[in-house]
């Protein structure tokens, strides 16, 4: 893997909301006196991550799994324990997984080919995410998490997506394009007693803007891909 010939893979639409992506969150930073170095590192890479995983980039997993890790520490920070579990123990781990499985699964250089969900895959996913829900919040409220329905509900999704990511199946996106609502929601709590956290809120709407992005483009993909 190589991230500069990723980058020069990337459409000129692409890189312009990469971009614009980039300028929005180091803008938004310097405008809220955002000083903690991890949150913007953390925006950072998380937004350049979407933008390969968008487009099928193996890449995109190995950037995913750095971004989980830094994600996790500032979750911690304010007790958002569900997002610090969910992130460093699941979202890591599978994006791992995931980038192994594209590398296997290639339909190009830079492109994974797109797989096929069977109605036995969608049993298996939700009937697991189901027991991965009640397990995990059982743990969070023995933590005493902060805002624990909507740190439950995003450990669904951030289940649901790094499953289907795994799977390769363009619906990853639609997961986690609901994961990024709950996250808006969750950082906008936090804003509310911190604003310094107020970047975390614009860091997940551009995430949302680029997961719906991801799912036009992987439908392209699969079309493309399938009519071949």
């Not at 300028?23 to 890479?45: H, P, R």
């Not at 324990?81 to 969910?86: D, S």
Request: net charge positive; with cysteine; glycine share 4%.
């Amino acid at each position: 893997m190589n991230i500069l010939e990723s980058i020069k893979n990337l459409s000129k639409a692409e890189k312009t909301r990469w971009f614009i992506s980039l300028i929005i969150i180091i803008v938004s930073s310097c405008l809220f006196y955002e000083k903690d170095v991890l949150t913007i590192i953390a925006s950072i890479i998380g937004a350049t991550a979407l933008i390969f995983v968008s487009k099928g980039d193996a890449i995109g997993q190995l950037l995913t799994i750095i971004f989980a890790v830094i994600y996790g520490i500032i979750s911690f920070r304010f007790h958002y324990y569900g997002e610090m579990i969910t992130y460093v123990g699941m979202t890591a781990p599978s994006a791992l997984w995931a980038m192994i499985m594209w590398l296997k699964n290639p339909y190009s250089k830079r492109e994974v080919k797109v797989g096929e969900m069977t109605k036995v895959k969608w049993c298996l996913l939700v009937v697991s995410a189901v027991i991965v829900t009640l397990i995990m919040w059982r743990v969070l409220a023995y933590f005493n998490t902060a805002n624990i329905l909507f740190s439950t509900i995003s450990v669904t999704t951030s289940y649901l997506a790094s499953m289907l990511m795994v799977l390769r199946s363009p619906c990853y996106a639609v997961c986690y394009a609901a994961n990024d609502i709950i996250l808006i929601v969750l950082w906008v709590l936090a804003s509310m007693v911190n604003i310094g956290y107020l970047p975390m809120v614009l860091c997940f709407l551009i995430f949302l803007i680029n997961d719906i992005y991801g799912f036009i483009n992987w439908k392209r993909m699969k079309n493309r891909q399938d009519n071949r």
